[in-house]
């Protein structure tokens, strides 16, 4: 085991559980978590989450996950699992980049969310799956993954749900106001079982990286000030959960993601723009952040971490999106250059991103998962000797 590598989260799920998955994402059932629609998923699921466990346990990860086998998409089933919520199949998916970086390349269309009702978190079946995770992990240290508040407040308040005839919520004020209700809901209920890490996942930071020319808020005739103004509330509406969990006694991370389906990608936009934003003024205790490949631009990022001295990152320097083994050259080359910025005690190694953000996973077999995984860790103990 060496105590510096992590996993992101996300684990390959293997054909038995995809084939449900299948069903799962072209069906219109609405409520979370589908185990009356299909016979034989809720067992499925059960034993694909025993046997990955039992995985990582034996590559001798030193925190455990539940590989994410019980979600379609990495944020969309928690979203689905709250009160209020009901799912639907939308006109289109997401859009992505296609490995040509000029095509686009659509998700699964699944992704459709309508607000019902007064959002609220209590008795979510995530707490029942991380029971389950807690049970499985041998006594060793576990942490769970849900998406961050302020993703969630932009993916909802950028759609018809709030300020109509027949909304639930008038203005994104009331709405955010109801989302942070009912993520402390969760996270109460998530302390209450034995939670000890919370990790919230982010894939929008980079829309506010003037450098990214994926973002909306890029190129000319933009208000800079009401860009920044979005940016700030974005923080403000993650730090109150996250200091919420700190009042609980959570260690609460984050990882920052710039997509991550099918091996492709969403968009680039480079940590130096956004250093002094979301780096400098999130509260995490630590950062998984994605530097796998040139988007991410200069480490010299870091530098903001040196006035916050217990936080810790993860330099997502690996990649989970190719399925052969890296480049470990660059690897310690990059960690020699972080370690002059922040101190090596502070910094440990990852993959960019989990193995299947969305339950098709990243292009490459399970053999190769755990193959890139064991690299990870054999060059983590290297370099740190722990």
């Known amino acids: 085991m060496s105590k510096k590598f992590q996993t992101v989260g996300s684990l390959l799920r293997p054909k038995e559980l995809l084939h449900f998955k299948s069903q799962i994402e072209h069906s219109g059932k609405i409520t979370y978590p589908f185990y009356k629609d299909f016979a034989g998923y809720e067992e499925c699921e059960l034993e694909a989450t025993k046997e990955v466990i039992k995985k990582e346990l034996a590559h001798d990860l030193e925190i455990i996950t539940d590989g994410e086998f019980s979600r379609s998409l990495w944020h969309l089933d928690f979203v689905w699992g709250l009160k209020g919520i009901a799912r639907y199949i939308a006109e289109h998916g997401y859009f992505f980049r296609d490995k040509d970086l000029t095509q686009k ?27 389950r995770l807690k049970s499985l992990a041998g006594g060793r240290k576990t942490k769970f993954c849900v998406p961050s508040p302020s993703h969630i407040y932009g993916e909802l308040s950028w759609s018809d749900n709030i300020g109509g005839r027949d909304s639930v919520y008038a203005s994104p004020q009331e709405l955010k106001t109801g989302l942070i209700r009912a993520y402390e809901e969760f996270i109460e209920d998530y302390a209450a079982a034995g939670g000890e890490i919370l990790q919230f996942d982010d894939c929008l930071w980079e829309i506010f990286a003037d450098d990214n020319p994926n973002s909306p808020y890029t190129g000319e005739n933009i208000n800079q000030e009401t860009v920044k103004a979005l940016a700030s509330e974005f923080i403000s509406i993650n730090n109150s959960l996250i200091d919420f969990g700190h009042r609980l006694g959570l260690k609460m991370w984050t990882h920052n993601c710039r997509g991550n389906y099918d091996s492709r990608n969403m968009g680039g936009g480079s940590y130096i723009k956004i250093a002094e934003l979301f780096l400098k003024q999130l509260n995490y205790d630590r950062f998984f952040l994605e530097w796998d490949d040139e988007r991410a631009g200069s480490l010299d990022a870091l530098a903001v971490f040196k006035d ?59 053999d190769e998962q755990w193959a890139k995984i064991d690299q990870g860790q054999r060059i983590a103990l290297r370099y740190w000797g722990i």
């Open 105 to 131: 390349y659509e998700t699964r269309k699944d992704i459709g969310l309508r607000i019902t009702g007064e959002l609220g978190g209590k008795n979510h079946h995530f707490i029942e799956i991380f029971k």
């Open 308 to 366: 916050k001295p217990k936080t810790e990152i993860v330099l997502g320097l690996l990649s989970s999106k190719t399925n052969t083994l890296d480049d470990e050259a660059r690897v310690v080359r990059m960690l020699d250059e972080a370690c002059k910025i922040i101190g090596k005690d502070r910094l440990l190694l990852s993959h960019q991103c989990g193995f299947a953000s969305c339950d098709g996973g990243n292009e490459l077999t399970e």
